[in-house]
């Protein structure tokens, strides 16, 4: 999991912003943009991304804690404000971009006073990547898909235009992830791998974590492996439960998207913030395997194709 510095204090001086802090050129406006604020009944927000710590028992190859700013998994980040269904201020900074922000994980929202519900998502982002938030309650990846994603939703009042400090939030990585590794090698023709889950979703309630369907999708992943080479790939997912068994095929395909090996794995246990992990011949239709299953859950669970 991830832990987030969550720092909401009240600065004098600020005017609607969807962007990051920005430096007030002097005291004059300063007290001149306070006393607007205070007049419509506005006070201006902070929040402050200063770090998280992440728990590496489950997803390996990460450290116990890092700054956002160097964790390569998180590209992209996005701070939104809700009065009920209402969305009042909604921020992303994507890391590739520094015109979205000044500091990576440095947000500021001017807010109306009143109750609102703070979402917070964190998450890799690639190119062509689609993801929407649009309540605390739905979000979505609308493009092919999953990627690695932290989420928190919170209650927040705004009662003054006073200094707010909301101390120590934690992100759960809300997420399961499927690592596929061949034991055979790559042939030639083998141009893409096609995953097909039969439950789980790409849309998710960053308040509860959950997926908000368990109607399965297809992912279609071109293998980084040379021809020759054993082939991994991962993909992630959201579940409809905690832990949720489903089938999953795995279909090897040509250029012209032909179909030329498949494997169903039958009844493969996920959990969320854990790794399940398909091992075996993926290029061979005359291979058998017997499955067994871990008793407990490990950081990784490791099942054989």
């Not at 992912?219 to 999953?248: R, S």
Request: glycine share 6%.
């Amino acid at each position: 999991m991830k832990k987030f510095d969550l720092h909401l204090r009240a600065l004098c001086g600020v005017a609607l912003f969807v962007s990051a802090v920005v430096t007030f050129s002097s005291c004059t406006e300063e007290v001149d943009n306070r006393s607007r604020q205070e007049t419509r009944g506005y006070a201006p927000v902070s929040v402050h991304v200063k770090d998280f710590s992440v728990s590496m028992e489950d997803f390996p190859g990460t450290r116990s804690a890092v700054d956002p700013a160097g964790y390569k998994d998180v590209q992209a980040m996005t701070l939104a404000f809700y009065n009920g269904a209402t969305e009042v201020c909604k921020v992303t900074q994507l890391k590739d971009d520094d015109t979205t922000y000044e500091t990576f994980g440095d947000f500021t929202c001017s807010l109306p006073l009143g109750s609102y519900t703070m979402v917070v998502v964190a998450r890799d982002s690639l190119e062509g990547d689609v993801f929407t938030l649009t309540s605390p309650t739905v979000a979505a990846y609308t493009s092919e898909k999953v990627r690695e994603t932290f989420a928190m939703t919170q209650p927040v009042v705004v009662s003054s235009t006073a200094a707010m400090d909301l101390g120590t939030i934690t992100l759960n990585r809300v997420v399961s992830r499927l690592g596929i590794v061949s034991t055979d090698q790559r042939p030639a023709n083998a141009a893409k791998i096609r995953t097909t889950f039969e439950g789980g979703s790409k849309r998710f309630s960053p308040t509860t974590g959950l997926a908000l369907d368990d109607a399965g999708f297809v992912t279609v992943t071109p293998p980084t492996a040379d021809v020759g080479e054993p082939v991994k790939i991962g993909n992630f997912l959201f579940l409809a439960t905690d832990e949720e068994e489903m089938d999953v095929t795995i279909e090897v395909l040509d250029a012209d998207d032909e179909v030329l090996y498949t494997k169903v794995v039958e009844d493969v246990p996920f959990k969320r913030n854990r790794m399940t992990k398909l091992t075996g011949a993926l290029f061979n239709t005359t291979a058998t395997t017997a499955f067994q299953l871990e008793t407990t859950w490990l950081p990784t669970l490791n099942l054989p194709l």
